[in-house]
């Protein structure tokens, strides 16, 4: 019997690239899922194509990201960081590009296409018509849900996404979940067919995010070796939620003024999406709370440093409205320290209650400083969590991630084509 193994994937990540550093503009967890899961299918055999819109015009038109990974820089629009909203305008623009870079092949290029949110997915729908191979999406994060969990303040996602990702929906192959409740979501919120939607756990690179000294990481940073660091990683925007960090920690204050001179919260990232109607939002917000001495802002930091601020805190506070899944969380982990985060779609599977941190309900100031209070008065009970963490995140290796995602592409190439299931070997 014929056999069609996956040797190339042609992954379309049209708003944001690869490249970008995360906590910056449009870039997080999805840049890093895309860099570290090609990375690691091309390890097993199978070569990545990322298509990306150009931000700037010199940019080489061709990037080795590693080796069997390129990033493909496309003329889409003007070469500037463009608001998520303008991006349907240059959608045509971003897919001539695509199909213009295959037909320099001779045909059969790409085995499959992997669309990451859904712009590249309607990107990826005609491609998919257009070169016959079938089109795998991974939404990582959806309207309807973002919609039933609005921050304060926030602007609802328009119309025009829901059906745009209702579409892809109908068209995709196949859909990758992140977690068993993102599967769920797509299938009750937008009616996807249980049969073609699987779960892939993202993963946390082991290398990088690994346990080392606590005291070594305060020196390198400047951190007092005595400090109570409540730490928050991530693009500063109402969704993420920062400002309940920096509430719960007010509150803390004036139930225990004697914590003042230990305190530190440290917010590492920059503003992006609807943050950037307010940039200095934390910074005024400190103010007005009476807390700014004890608030520091970082901007966004390269793994290594970021590594060092995971083991530098005694805990890293996650208390966005919606998370697909939450990687800051598990790379805390894999650096032994303990989360605090909001029992929301995929942080109920990214941390173990209990166990490698805690979940809390809701984002009232009150709950939240609770919670934040006993990782400081309980260093017993932070080292419990502590070695919680490192077991729990060692399960999620990008190893994983990746042979996973092969076995989906194969199982979307054998269904298109009605072939047995192949896999490289």
Known sequence: MRRRPVHRVATISMHTSPLDQPGTGDAGGMNVYIVESAKRLAQLGVEVDIFTRATAGDLPPVTELAPGVLVRHLTAGPYEELDRADMPGQLCAFLSGVLRTEAMYDPGRYD?????????????????????????HTMHTMAKVK???????????????VVGEQQVVEIADRLVANTADEA?????????????VAVVNPGVNLTVFQPASKGAARRRLGLPQDAHVLLFVGRIQPLKAPDVLLRAASRMLIEDPSLRGRLIVACVGGPSGNGLARPALLVELAAELGIADVVRLVPPAPQEELADWYRAADVTVVPSYSESFGLVALESQACGTPVAAAAVGGLRTAVRDGVSGVLVDGHDPHEWSRALRRFVTSPRWREHLSSGARTHAAAFGWQATAAHLKDVYAEAVAHLHRLPLAINS
């Open 112 to 136: 499959v296409i992997h669309s990451h949110y859904w712009l590249s997915g309607q990107v990826g729908w005609l491609a998919k018509e257009r070169w016959g191979v079938p089109l795998v």
């Open 147 to 161: 919609n039933l969990l609005l921050a304060r303040d926030d602007r609802p996602e328009p119309q025009a996404r």
């Open 184 to 196: 769920q979501e797509l299938i009750d919120l937008y009616g996807a067919p249980e049969e073609r």
